[in-house]
């Protein structure tokens, strides 16, 4: 993000799969923490406190995360514009396994239809300095959903994650869906997607940061596995 700021680097997507790790938001109620700290400690999660928007969720395998680093003063000066974008790409990105996600009105993520009411199948939280964008988005993919009952998931009470593995009632590994993601984001963001390994991203980073070259506005990078 500082470096975006900096303008040494292009727009950067990064994806990863987080170990187990619940967050909270710099609006959240810790009261939405429904765990001990020694039960995370026995099940090995961390808890963190962050500067995204939105309450309380949980990351862990299975769950892909995508932080969008983007320099929105090159596309839209507009918040609730990138927000939308980024549920868009989820959202197209499930019609593709011919699941129909939606929006719900005053809730953020994307959410799908159960016979026992909506349930969300991917969350978003954002935050934005000088128009740069961190943070982002978790779509479960074959997530252990058992994890959200530590928390109250984003504050609401009464509604329940899914993960696509659970709508489609069968396996699906998280890389059928990350380079979906990824198309849909280039398309949605008019950027071009240039998929990259984490140590390649490293030397770009540091290059360009060394030499201060100018990013071209048009490109992304995408980078591919896991990080704590």
């Not at 987080?18 to 400690?41: D, E, F, Q, W």
Request: charged share 25%; with cysteine.
């Amino acid at each position: 993000m500082e470096a975006r700021i900096a303008g040494a680097i292009p727009d950067v997507l990064l994806f990863c799969e987080h170990p187990h790790v619940i967050t909270l938001g710099r609006n959240g109620n810790r009261k939405n923490l429904r765990a001990s700290g020694h039960l995370l400690a026995q099940m090995n999660v961390t808890f963190h406190e962050s500067d995204r928007g939105g309450d309380i969720t949980y990351h862990g395998p299975g769950q892909i995360v995508g932080y969008p680093i983007l320099d929105l003063t090159e596309l839209r000066r507009d918040v609730r514009w990138y927000v939308q974008q980024l549920e868009e790409t989820m959202i197209r990105a499930s019609a593709e396994f011919k699941v129909t996600a939606a929006r719900v009105a005053d809730r953020h993520g994307i959410w799908v239809q159960h016979p026992a009411g909506e349930e969300k199948l991917a969350a978003l939280g954002v935050h934005l300095r000088r128009w740069v964008t961190s943070h982002g988005f978790a779509y479960n993919v074959a997530t252990d959903l058992r994890y959200f009952d530590l928390i109250v998931p984003c504050g609401i009470a009464d509604k329940r994650a899914t993960s696509l593995e659970r709508v489609l009632d069968r396996a699906i590994r998280t890389d059928e869906v990350r380079p979906r993601l990824a198309t849909h984001f280039g398309e949605l963001f008019e950027r071009n997607m240039l998929d990259v390994s984490r140590a390649q991203l490293e030397e770009k980073l540091q290059h360009r940061v060394q030499h201060a070259l100018a990013p071209r506005p048009s490109e992304v990078v995408e980078l591919r596995g896991s990080m704590a």
